[in-house]
Each structure stands twice: as C-alpha cells, then as structure tokens.
C-alpha cells in the first residue's frame, strides 16, 4: 500500500528486539513494512497502522476494520481528530504509554481519547493536565479556552472541571493581555456563577476583565483601550465598534451579578456604557436600598499571599498558595474584604515553628511595626485570640497538620475560627474594620498553605 514519505524506516539505528515489548512495539509506529492501514485525519494529513494491532487495542478501530458493511477495510478518516491527537493514540495503543504528549495538543489528545474509550489514556492526560497548571497560570487559561472550543460550551467532563477550578482561583487582572478567550471566560462564568467552589477574582473586577478583553477584540490597539477605560465610555467607538462591542459583552453579562458590586462603582464604571438595560441597574439599586446585597465575591473566596518579589523575610513560591517564613514575618493575602458578605478561608499548618498567627488585619496597617509578632485580630497557635495588645484563651490550639477555618462576619463586623472544624465562638471583643485582608505572621521554618 502507498505510503508518506515522511514514514520513515530507521532499522539500522534500532536497538536489538525481544529486551522490552514497549520499545519492541514502538518501533512499529513507524516502520512502514507494517502499514495495512490509512487513517485520514481532520487537517487533510494521514496515518498509518497495522490493522492487527489496531484491531486488537481498540474496539472502535475494530469495528472499522471488520465491519463487512465498511466500503474499505484498509482506511477510515475522522473528521474531528487532527493528525497530531491521532499519532498519541496511536503510540498509546502500541505502548500503553504517551511520550508524545504537550500542552500544544493535549485537549485534542483527550478528545480523541474519549472518542477511542481510552480511560487509562484520559487519567494520564489529566495527570498531565495538572501538572501543567501548577507550573504557569496562563496555561490553564488556554487550555480552558482550547476545551470550550473543542467540546462546545456543553463540555462537561473531567478536564473541564479541572480547567474551570484551575482558572477560578486564579486571579483575572484587566491589565494583562491573557490567553483566555472570551467563549472561555463565558463558559467560567457560567460554571461559577451559583457553586461555591473557591473564586479568587472579585465580582466588580470580573466586569472589568471581561469589558477590558472585549475592547481589546473589538479595538486592537492598546491605546484605544486604555483611552476608552479612561473615559469610561465608548464615546470614541464608531456604530459598527460599538455593536460588536455589545456582541462581545452580551453574552458574558447574564453571569455578572450587579448585586455583587456596590452602588459607586456601578453608577461611575458600569452603567456608563450602556451594556445593562436601565430596568436591570435600577432592579440593583432598589435591592441594596432593601440591604439585599450579595458578598463582594463569587464561590468561596481564596486569595494569594502578597510578594512583591524584593522581601527576603519570606518564600511564596509561584503558586502563591504556600508562604515559608525566614524569620518572624506578617504576610498579607491579595484580597480585600469589603460590603456585607460571610465568608470563610481555610490555611493549612503544613509546617510549624514557634507560634504562628492567623486571621485578619486592616487594610490601612503598617506591617513595618511588628514588636508584638503579629497584626489585626488573629488566633494564635497556642489557643489564644490576639488584637493590638489584647488577648484572651479561646481554647482553640492548633498544631502541625491542622487545618483552620476563619469565619468572617462582615455585615456584623465579627470573627471566629475553627480547628480541624471545630467552630469556637465568636470573639465577642472584636469590632472588625470594613476593610480587610487576610493575615498570617509566622516563624523561622513555619510553612502554611492557603486551601
């Protein structure tokens, strides 16, 4: 049978056969002596196999290469799965095992494994998955993107679930120029919008995102969008700018809660261009006249702990998750908790050294003043609550290997904690500020992670 040219026959450089299957059977992949079968491919380009194998590894390759009803037994083509997915496929039904994998072609590889009924093959691509995100942020961002593409906005499986979580707790800032797309950010949205998983991006700051993103599809230069953010107007854009604008944002807005951001920023950064029907705006301020308004942020809130990169007085590595402190040092987390909202957080004591320090401190404090080794209200590891130069037991130790909870009470202005969920009251004492961000002050050696 015909082959590519780009099959090529490397039996001089293999290695003697019969030491190990896998590299016996790797060899096949590409030795064209046993290429009895064409695989036409989504992008036009072929590839081959050997039908006993193919047969025999897959039930969907069998059913093309015996079915008597098939008008050939020697090709099939997939109209869904590119030349590259294929190829992975290919070397997982040969091997067992992928080498060929990369975060270039890894949802196609998974599309084309749910295609093939692979689920080794998906458990590994997840694994891979993972392990992708946790090194850049921005890769899950584009891999997010490349699911909704491939599977459509109905996409529900495990790597999408994973994708969406991966996203979620990862800040969205307007100022960076990211890979997510705007079909991906629609599809977060509207995973996240009613589901308590943990959200890292406040609601005012999702609308700021998605606007700041679509002015960049629709204008190009980055001039233009920070002359039409600083205006807070589309007065600039023609008619024909200015639809596709509303075509872009239309679809995101059913899952941006107004009720999330207060009235200022509504009236000044919002209603100005005119996305949000006047009847809508005006259902908002009614609810916050009725002091109905929802906490500031989605799901359950996670943050990650400040680095501006120059202080040496601690390690948050690039996660931001973790913090590992050099000596006693306080470490605030990215965000702010403002308005009206409940909301809970939990650190992990992964390591513990000395007494470490945990809950809430003042937006407005200076951290360069540390004489008493910690700031704003916190629980100490040795079971007391600390404030200024306040304490009292609380009977609520915790140690290496614990987990605890802060249950923040921003509409009465209180606090309390658990340990490995157990709840302990509220501190009766506290008069918690209406802004505040998320503190720890920690040892030498001490290391905690942000759930």
């Not at 190990?20 to 081959?48: M, Q, T, W």
């Not at 390759?61 to 020697?74: G, L, M, T, V």
């Amino acid at each position: 049978m015909k082959t590519e040219n780009h099959f090529t026959n490397n039996q001089d450089n293999f290695s003697p056969g019969g030491s190990s299957l896998e590299k016996d059977f790797r060899k096949l992949i590409n030795d064209k002596r046993f290429h009895d079968f064409a695989i036409k491919c989504s992008d036009g380009k072929p590839v081959y196999g050997c039908k006993a194998i193919l047969a025999t590894r897959s039930d969907v390759f069998d059913k093309y290469i015996f079915n008597k009803s098939a008008e050939s037994k020697n090709n099939c083509s997939f109209k869904d799965i590119n030349s590259s997915a294929m190829k992975v496929i290919l070397e997982f039904l040969y091997t067992s095992k992928v080498e060929s994998l990369t975060f270039n072609n890894a949802i196609e590889v998974y599309y084309a494994s749910i295609h093939f009924k692979l689920i080794e093959l998906q458990d590994h691509i997840i694994e891979f998955t993972k392990s992708l995100v946790n090194g850049d942020v921005d890769i899950g961002r584009k891999l997010l993107s490349e699911c909704v593409e491939k599977f459509t906005l109905k996409v529900d499986n495990k790597i999408s679930h994973i994708l969406v979580d991966w996203v979620a707790k990862n800040k969205l800032e307007r100022d960076i120029n990211d890979s997510l797309s705007l079909k991906g950010l629609r599809y977060l949205l509207e995973k996240t919008f009613n589901t308590k998983i943990p959200f890292a991006t406040p609601e005012f700051n999702i609308w700021e995102y998605s606007l700041t993103k679509a002015i960049r599809k629709v204008m190009k230069k980055e001039t233009l969008v920070k002359e039409i953010l600083n205006k807070n107007s589309f007065s600039i854009c023609n008619p024909q700018q200015i639809e596709e604008l509303n075509l872009c944002l239309t679809p995101l807005i059913s899952y941006i809660d107004l009720n999330r951001m207060n009235a200022k920023e509504i009236k000044q950064q919002v209603a100005p261009f005119n996305i949000y029907s006047d009847k809508k705006i005006s259902d908002v301020y009614y609810s916050k006249a009725l002091n109905e308004e929802l906490e500031f942020i989605r799901g359950a809130p996670i943050f990650k702990w400040k680095n501006n990169g120059m202080n040496k007085l601690f390690n948050v590595p690039n996660n931001g998750f973790t913090v590992t402190a050099f000596i006693q040092e306080s470490v605030l987390g990215d965000l702010i908790f403002k308005g009206k909202g409940v909301y809970e957080w939990n650190i992990l004591i992964e390591k513990l050294n000395n007494k470490v320090y945990i809950g809430i401190c003042d937006i407005n404090v200076s951290l360069n003043k540390n004489d008493q080794g910690y700031h704003g209200w916190v629980l100490g590891s040795d079971g007391y609550v600390y404030h200024e130069k306040k304490w009292k037991w609380y009977d609520a130790k915790f140690k290496e290997g614990d987990k605890v909870t802060i249950h923040l009470n921003m509409k009465n202005g209180t606090c309390a904690f658990s340990v490995n969920n157990i709840r302990k009251p509220t501190v009766s004492e506290w008069n918690i500020s209406s802004q505040v961000s998320p503190i720890v002050s920690l040892g030498y050696g001490s290391k905690l992670r942000i759930e």
